[in-house]
């Protein structure tokens, strides 16, 4: 039992490039969330997919995209990175998206965007 | 909207001091609340919660108690230990949404 798993754990980027950061869960959990963590920010929330085959933006959307591939994997996408996206990203997921459910967070993705 | 506040870090303490951090939140409703942990290089991971007022969370001698009338749910620890130091999260979610509001964590240094 693994948890939640993200890769690639760390990345370089080039302003304007593009690119996919992958999560699965194997808990079997409905909801899966993506955040951004930010020195002095906490965490905020980007995108989140309540169950399979929905997704809703979160606080900070603007610049990315997500897809719900099937119940364990959701992933995020950068179309065109710019450096104000430079930051470590955490996906989590949870049994029901429902308020007093825990939420299992991944080991993150660091992203550094020249 | 919904928020929360906690106090602004580094602390810093010795082994086995008496660790308080301080989280007060704005919610409508009634939130379900919780403080996550997280170690360095990882992800966060529950450290304890509480789901109504007056209920108290602890874990691993860390205990947070929801208090409706403050608003507030801060964490307490007797004694703290070195493998103590790390950040530390208040969040809350409220009831019908599917989002948890994080604050932006308290960093705890243990010093032996």
């Known amino acids: 039992n693994a948890g939640v798993t993200q890769t690639p754990k760390f990345q370089v980027l080039k302003t304007g490039q593009s690119m996919t950061l992958q999560c699965a869960q194997d808990?079997?959990?409905?909801?899966m969330y993506w955040y951004r963590q930010d020195p002095g920010m906490g965490l905020r929330l980007i995108y989140y997919?309540?169950?399979?085959?929905?997704?809703d933006k979160g606080e900070v959307p603007n610049g990315y995209n997500v897809s719900r591939l099937n119940k364990r994997e959701f992933s995020l996408r950068l179309e065109s990175a710019a450096p104000s996206q430079t930051s470590v990203y955490f996906c989590?997921?949870?049994?029901?998206?429902?308020?007093?459910?825990?939420?299992?967070f991944g080991p993150g993705t660091r992203l550094t965007v020249t | 909207g919904d928020s929360v506040t906690q106090m602004e870090g580094p602390v810093t303490l010795s082994e086995e001091a008496f660790l308080t951090i301080n989280c007060t939140y704005t919610?409508?409703?009634?939130?379900?609340l919780f403080w996550y942990v997280q170690y360095p290089g990882e992800g966060l991971q529950l450290l304890l919660k509480?789901?109504?007022?007056?209920d108290k969370g602890s874990n691993k001698g860390f205990e947070a108690t929801y208090r409706k009338e403050t608003t507030s749910f801060h964490l307490e620890k007797g004694s703290v230990q070195v493998s103590d130091s790390a950040v530390y999260f208040c969040?809350?979610?409220?009831?019908?949404?599917?989002?948890?509001?994080f604050g932006t964590g308290t960093r705890l240094k243990v010093l032996a």
């Open positions: 997919s309540a169950s399979e085959g929905t997704t």
């Open positions: 919610a409508t409703g009634y939130p379900s």
């Open positions: 509480a789901t109504k007022a007056d």
């Open positions: 808990m079997n959990h409905n909801s």
């Open positions: 989590a997921s949870s049994e029901k998206g429902q308020a007093h459910y825990e939420q299992y």
């Open positions: 969040a809350l979610s409220s009831s019908g949404t599917y989002k948890y509001i």
